[in-house]
């Protein structure tokens, strides 16, 4: 495909674009990853919510 | 489930974690079908390739409004009805509306430089944008200074109102002033100006964008209460050894 003599701008446009969505799936899945693995910890401690006896959410156990 | 149980954390939890996997699959698809059709677009009679960009900066451009049109909604729903998923979701869509401004400003000061002749100017619609920014910027400082979410959440809610003054002024910019921007080609009395061969590829990128947007913030929402889980449970943990 010829992208014509402005094809840096469009390239980096496309290239900008894709690094962006990628940081922001990342960041949406690391965050994930560490607050289950927070909320697991403290369970597996014993500090767990009065609503706790009907269970929830199934935490799973990452570690 | 019934609308009324959204307003459970918990069943909102459960609920997002059976649609995301869809959500994804969506948002792939339309994304390969979005990206195939601007691979196969045609040239712009005056532009050329450089048109490309415009799928990636119209729906980013398109984004950033519609977000802050999100975060409005959801400020109401916390200052009006106390709905307490309300602000969750206006705190974990500012991040997403950062990236799509910022993505919006970039690629158009990448398409401006070519077609222009310079990456940026001060006229209305690129400040106006700009400012939006600077707006998102404001409020997820304002989400990391107050430490408590319920009373972040009603100073973000007032501050995102007062930013929604800003939308009509981005919308209607390049028809109230003389911009170097050029006025709306798409959602325009009179239909669209642009060629199908053009409009249908951004039409579907716009789709896949959005259907981007709705997965991360679910995703995002589902973080942010597991986020406040914990914290109610690290404050228990504190108060039980005191």
């Known amino acids: 495909m010829d992208l014509g003599p402005h094809a840096a701008f469009i390239v980096g446009a496309y290239v900008i674009a894709t690094a962006v969505v990628t940081a922001l799936i990342v960041w949406v899945t690391v965050d994930h990853a560490a607050q289950k693995r927070t909320l697991a910890e403290l369970e597996r401690r014993g500090i767990t919510r009065r609503s706790a006896e009907t269970p929830p959410l199934r935490i799973k156990e990452t570690a | ?242």
């Open chain 2, 1 to 242: 489930m019934a609308l009324i149980d959204l307003a459970n954390p918990t069943r909102f939890v459960a609920l997002v974690e059976r649609v995301l996997p869809w959500l994804a699959a969506a948002t792939l698809t339309a994304f390969a079908f979005g990206l195939w059709g601007a691979y196969g677009a045609p040239d712009d009679y005056q532009q050329g390739a450089t048109v490309k960009i415009m799928f990636i900066h119209v729906p980013n451009a398109w984004l950033s409004m519609f977000v802050w049109g999100v975060m409005s909604a959801a400020a109401l729903g916390t200052l009006v009805w106390r709905h307490p998923l309300a602000d969750v979701a206006a705190k974990c869509a500012a991040p997403l509306g950062a990236a799509f401004t910022f993505l919006a400003l970039v690629t158009g000061s990448l398409w401006g430089r070519p077609m222009w002749g310079t990456y940026w100017v001060w006229d209305a619609r690129l400040t106006s944008v700009l400012v939006l920014f600077i707006m998102y910027l404001a409020l997820i400082a304002l989400w990391r200074t107050v430490d408590d979410p319920a009373r972040a959440g009603r100073a973000a809610a007032i501050l995102t109102l007062v930013g929604a003054i800003n939308l009509p002024i981005i919308k209607f910019s390049v028809d109230w002033w003389n911009t170097l921007h050029q006025p709306a080609s798409v959602f325009r009395i009179g239909g669209p100006a642009i060629d199908l061969s053009l409009l249908m590829p951004l039409i579907v990128m716009a789709l896949a964008f959005t259907l981007l947007f709705v997965t991360l913030h679910l995703a995002a929402m589902r973080n942010e209460i597991l986020r406040r889980r914990v914290r109610t449970l690290m404050l228990t943990q504190a108060e039980r050894a005191a």
